[in-house]
């Protein structure tokens, strides 16, 4: 989570990096714009945002016989990155509607 004190450096002025590059004051606006790029990657590929801000990681996780979670694969991409994946999708549903 990318967060710094805000200019006079008082505690509840942190400034949240939302994945467009601009910040805000407010948690929820943070949170609210991290999701939607996180349920959309998570839809389109399968796999599992295991973190994010300021990179985006992706894990495929699988069930072990033991009950436990493992990390089959990860990689991790740059929201530019996923915002180019998201809006080709987009375009490839569009013209399919076509």
Known sequence: MSKHAGTNGAPGLENWRLPSGRWTRSFSVYRREWRKII?????????TVTSYDPMISL?????LP?????????????????????DALKRTEENAIE
């Open 59 to 63: 894990s495929k996780l699988v069930k």
């Open 39 to 47: 349920k959309s990657l998570e839809r389109a590929t399968g796999f």
């Open 66 to 86: 033991n009950g436990k979670t493992d990390y089959q694969s990860s990689v991790q991409i740059t929201v530019a990155f996923a915002q180019a994946i998201l």
